[in-house]
């Protein structure tokens, strides 16, 4: 019986896995779904709700804005989602909670923060220690040096084997990136 549930739960897992795994080549990246809940409507003071108690959850992780989580959207609340698009160049900075705050929140709170830029062996920085640090996470046990040495090349490597749409180059660019990015955040 015991063998019967662990065969189970590990084709389940595979399988959760692999269905969830985008494979539109370098595309792949833009179809990670990094919102916290389905925004049908804009948030603003007085707004009540399951979908403001995750906002503030989100905020509260993002920036540590230590709102209580209610599911009210009150003046402290305003004032963090301010604060928050203040400090994001690209949002209006007028406290309500629309469509760009959503996105940019939902990505912030969601994506394990890799480089835009394709990281290969010889590659150094926080961008590489970012990698291994994401690497680590999912057991690779590599240095954290933000050196993109062997050890880093044959992580990369392991992981690309698991997912047949990738390259065993062990080269970090946008479709392993994406790939990595969807596990980490499952």
């Known amino acids: 019986m015991y063998k019967w549930k662990s065969l189970t739960a590990t084709i389940v897992t595979a399988s959760a896995l692999f269905l969830g ?4 080549g370098v595309n792949a990246q833009e179809s ?3 919102e916290i809940f389905d925004l049908s409507s804009i948030l603003k003071e007085g707004s009540k709700g399951e979908n403001v108690k ?5 905020l509260n992780k993002a920036m540590g804005a230590e709102l209580s989580e209610d599911g009210i959207f009150g003046p402290n609340t305003t004032r963090a989602v301010l604060a928050f698009q203040k400090a994001k ?6 406290g309500i909670y629309g469509p760009n705050t959503h996105a940019s929140l939902s990505k912030e709170v969601n994506s394990f923060g890799f480089d835009e830029k394709m990281l290969k062996l010889g590659s150094s920085g926080e961008a590489v220690k970012t990698l291994q640090k994401g690497l680590n996470d ?3 046990n590599v240095v954290i040096d933000g ?4 050890q880093t090349k044959e992580a990369i490597i392991q992981f690309q084997k698991r997912f047949p749409e990738l390259t065993n180059d062990g080269v970090f660019g946008p479709k392993t990136k994406a790939v990595m990015e969807k596990v980490l955040n499952e």
Do not use: F, V
């Not at 795994?21 to 539109?24: A, E, K, L, Y």
């Not at 160049?89 to 007028?94: F, M, R, S």
């Not at 050196?147 to 062997?150: A, F, M, T």
């Open 147 to 150: 050196i993109y040495g062997q």
């Open 54 to 58: 995750i906002m503030q959850r989100a």
């Open 21 to 24: 795994i985008p494979s539109t």
């Open 32 to 34: 990670l779904q990094y």
């Open 138 to 140: 999912m057991s690779y």
């Open 89 to 94: 160049n690209n949002l209006k900075a007028d």
